[in-house]
């Protein structure tokens, strides 16, 4: 009898590591291709999440890379982009996380103004010197969004830069290959 109840709490035990494995196993199917495949080929299709994916993760210059380097860039990123494995859902499709991103934002930017209209009614009391304060902050942040955006600007043109740079150079050596 002994025996008998050992080999049940073997076999019970056995058929729940099997059922455990399989949900293990489930998982990994549900991750592998989550949001998608694509396929080496289709290179055109998903390159603006390439090359935000190369700029933002990689920190490259689509610009300044070579054609083999490139390719070898984006078999990179396919394997990723299949494994379900990039570091950020934008980089899956970049014009769906951007109007996401920008409805998130316009309701909070909604929020925010909702709450500021009816505190004003509410903040009657509010001394001078705490709305000065308000003020201030909201001069301080003007700013450095207004810095912000300057900096982006000037990262932008220093690209085109680079890659102006890069289409020269590549220019005047088919030029240099003619003669």
Excluded at 35 to 43: L, P, Q, T, V, W
Excluded at 153 to 165: I, N, P, S, T, Y
């Amino acid at each position: 009898k002994k025996k008998k109840k050992k080999s049940k709490k073997k076999d019970k035990k056995d058929k729940k590591d099997k059922k455990d494995k399989g949900e293990d196993a489930k998982n990994l199917n549900d991750q592998f291709g989550k949001y998608g495949f694509i396929r080496a080929s289709e290179k055109f299709h998903k390159q603006d999440e390439f090359r935000a994916w190369l700029s933002e993760v990689k920190h490259i210059d689509w610009g300044m890379l070579a054609g083999r380097e490139r390719d070898d860039m984006w078999g990179e990123f396919v394997e990723d982009f299949n494994t379900a494995t990039l570091p950020h859902v934008k980089y899956y499709n970049m014009h769906e996380w951007e109007q996401s991103d920008s409805r998130k934002k316009s309701a909070k930017l909604h929020k925010k103004h909702k709450k500021l209209k009816e505190g004003s009614g509410k903040n009657m009391g509010v001394s001078d010197e705490q709305q000065r304060e308000q003020e201030l902050q909201q001069k301080r942040q003007q700013k450095a969004s207004q810095e912000y955006a300057t900096e982006l600007d000037a990262v932008a043109l220093m690209h085109q830069a680079k890659e102006k740079e890069a289409m020269a150079k590549i220019l005047s050596m088919a030029m240099a290959s003619k003669k």
